[in-house]
Nanobody, 126 residues
Framework: QGQLVESGGGLVQPGGSLRLSCAAS????????IGWFRQAPGQEREEVSC????????HYADSVKGRFTISRDLANNTIYLHMNALKAEDTAVYYC???????????????????WGKGTLVTVSS
């Protein structure tokens, strides 16, 4: 079973930027689809972005398109989520997860994801 550890969360003002990191261990990124998810208080967990294992096809939720970018560093076995133009509604705990496929193919979380990190809190507030 793979392990994932998120970092990079924190408090940021509206319009600001953050970069989240997801360090993978016990597996290599080429073998799994990796997704970023978030869960705000009282809401369902939702997929924010997802990247394929072999072709690096990316998916984004409509709410973050044009503002967030997912990327991976195979040398460091790390996935990133670059978040720009942050809004108050982006406030949530952000999780990375690995598995067989994105929500587009496997449905809402847990969907095609088989293992999860513990999350990092992002708070967007002035």
């Amino acid at each position: 079973q793979g392990q994932l550890v998120e970092s990079g969360g924190g408090l940021v003002q509206p319009g600001g930027s953050l970069r989240l990191s997801c360090a993978a261990s016990r597996f290599t990124l080429e073998h799994y689809v990796i997704g970023w998810f978030r869960q705000a208080p009282g809401q369902e967990r939702e997929e924010v972005s997802c990247i394929g294992n072999s072709d690096e096809t990316t998916h984004y939720a409509d709410s973050v398109k044009g503002r967030f970018t997912i990327s991976r560093d195979l040398a460091n076995n790390t996935i990133y989520l670059h978040m720009n133009a942050l809004k108050a509604e982006d406030t949530a705990v952000y999780y990375c997860a690995g598995g067989r496929g994105c929500s587009a193919d496997f449905g809402a979380p847990p969907g095609g994801m088989d293992f999860w990190g513990k999350g990092t809190l992002v708070t967007v507030s002035s």
